[in-house]
Structures are given as C-alpha cells and as structure tokens.
C-alpha cells in the first residue's frame, strides 16, 4: 500500500506485458531503496518520515550545480532539509559505506 502512494506504481501505461514488469521492477526497486534509507540513514528526529515524505525532501529536489577547477559542489534551498540534517544524512551514509568493523587479533 506504501509503494502504491509514495511511488505511484500502479500507474503501468506501457504498451507491452514486459515493458509494464519492467517499471513494475524498477518500482519495487525504488520502494526497497527508499525503506533502506528510512531505516538506515536517517537520523533519529527524522527516522519517522514516509516514503513520500522522504522523496519530497530528498530526492525530488532541485539543486545548482556549480563546477570548479577541481570539485563539484550541489546548491540546494535550505527549505526542504536544513544544512545539519543533510550533513548528517550523508555522514550516515558514508559510515555504511565504510562497512563494519573489523576485529584484530
């Protein structure tokens, strides 16, 4: 039911039987990879988002996106998410990335 609000999954309009269980896949995937977020990124005082909400603030936003010489940096409007809470998001992120300690011995 959360995937049918927050994805709009139930909206197969391709021509072809395969093409709609492909978007449908695609769907399933986006939903997965959401729930993985909620559970694993977010912090606690935001733990409570839904699917929707999360993509509202986090995905579907705009953003700048500004070259230099030697970085890339992403402008977003602090409306949707404050400086703190994306800072935190993402160094959440980035401790998964790192993967589980390891035992020495």
């Known amino acids: ?27 399933a995937l986006a939903y997965n990879l959401g729930n993985f977020m909620r559970r694993l990124a977010l912090p606690r005082r ?9 993509r509202e603030k986090l995905i579907k ?3 700048k996106v500004v070259r230099h010489a030697r970085y890339v940096t992403f ?18 992120i980035e401790r998964l990335r790192a993967g589980p300690p390891v035992a020495v011995g």
Do not use: Y
């Open 1 to 27: 039911m959360r995937g049918k609000q927050a994805l709009k999954w139930t909206l197969l309009s391709c021509q072809s039987f395969a093409a709609n269980q492909v978007r449908l896949q695609l769907f």
């Open 46 to 54: 935001v733990a409570h988002w839904s699917l929707t909400t999360l």
């Open 61 to 63: 936003i705009g953003a």
């Open 75 to 92: 402008q977003l409007a602090e409306v949707a998410v404050p400086r703190d809470l994306f800072a935190a998001i993402l160094a959440r």
